[in-house]
T-cell receptor
Framework: DAGVTQSPTHLIKTRGQHVTLRCSPI?????VSWYQQVLGQGPQFIFQ???????GRGNFPDRFSARQFPNYSSELNVNALLLGDSALYLC????????????FGPGTRLTVT | KQEVTQIPAALSVPEGENLVLNCSFT??????LQWFRQDPGKGLTSLLL?????REQTSGRLNASLDKSSGRSTLYIAASQPGDSATYLC???????????FGKGTKLSVIP
C-alpha cells in the first residue's frame, strides 16, 4: 500500500510570494495534519482536518491556511512568504481524528529567499 | 501548554550496546504517545504508539514504556545496529486536543 505522499519535494520561493503544498493520505485515512519543522527543532503543529472540517489549529499566523477535499487529500497554503517560513513541511494521516497512530509523509522542503 | 524534553540531545554508542532514550512531558493529561525516528532531511517513521492506559509497548528490538502520572516515557533499543542511527522523537497527544507535541529529539549514532 502507498504511504502518505507529498508534493512537491522541494520548492524555492521569493519573499512575499504564495505557496501551495499538497498531501495525499494513506488510503482509508480520513484525517490529515500539517506540521512545520525548522532545522534543528521538532515538528510544530499547524492544522488538523478530519472529514473536511478543521479540528485543530496551532499557533501560526493567518497567512497559513489549509483545506481538505472530498477524497481526503489536503492543501496547505502560505501567503506573503517570509524568510522564517523556510522549513520542512510535513503531512501526517491517520484513520480517525484522535487516538490513532499517525503516519508521516516525506515532507516538502520550502526555501524562501 | 504541553512541553516535551528529550535527554540526551545526542548519544554515541558502539554497535551491539543496549540503550535508553528519555522523554518527559509537562502535562500528564495525554491521550497517547508516539515514538518516531527521523533520518536527515526525511519524514518521520512511526516506531511505537502507546495508549495512555498502557504501560509498555514492544516492537522487535524496541520497547517503549509510559508513566503518565510522572510525565515520562522511555525508549529502549536492544542490541543497537549502525542502521539505528537517526534522530528519535517522542510526541504525546493531548487529551483535549488533536495535535502531537514534539521535543527536539535525541540524535543517536551507532558506531560499527
Amino acid at each position: 500500500d502507498a504511504g502518505v505522499t507529498q508534493s512537491p519535494t522541494h520548492l524555492i520561493k521569493t519573499r512575499g510570494q504564495h505557496v501551495t503544498l499538497r498531501c495525499s493520505p494513506i488510503s482509508g485515512h480520513k484525517s490529515v495534519s500539517w506540521y512545520q519543522q525548522v532545522l534543528g527543532q521538532g515538528p510544530q503543529f499547524i492544522f488538523q482536518y478530519y472529514e473536511k472540517e478543521e479540528r485543530g489549529r496551532g499557533n501560526f499566523p493567518d497567512r497559513f491556511s489549509a483545506r481538505q477535499f472530498p477524497n481526503y487529500s489536503s492543501e496547505l497554503n502560505v501567503n506573503a512568504l517570509l524568510l522564517g517560513d523556510s522549513a520542512l513541511y510535513l503531512c501526517a494521516s491517520s484513520f480517525g481524528d484522535r487516538g490513532y497512530e499517525q503516519y508521516f509523509g516525506p515532507g516538502t522542503r520550502l526555501t524562501v529567499t | 501548554k504541553q512541553e516535551v524534553t528529550q535527554i540526551p540531545a545526542a548519544l554515541s554508542v558502539p554497535e551491539g550496546e543496549n540503550l535508553v532514550l528519555n522523554c518527559s512531558f509537562t502535562d500528564s493529561a495525554i491521550y497517547n504517545l508516539q515514538w518516531f525516528r527521523q533520518d536527515p532531511g526525511k519524514g518521520l517513521t512511526s516506531l511505537l504508539l502507546i495508549q495512555s492506559s498502557q504501560r509498555e509497548q514492544t516492537s522487535g528490538r524496541l520497547n517503549a514504556s509510559l508513566d503518565k502520572s510522572s510525565g515520562r516515557s522511555t525508549l529502549y533499543i536492544a542490541a543497537s545496529q549502525p542502521g539505528d542511527s537517526a534522530t528519535y522523537l517522542c510526541a504525546p497527544s493531548g487529551a483535549g486536543s488533536y495535535q502531537l507535541t514534539f521535543g527536539k529529539g535525541t540524535k543517536l549514532s551507532v558506531i560499527p
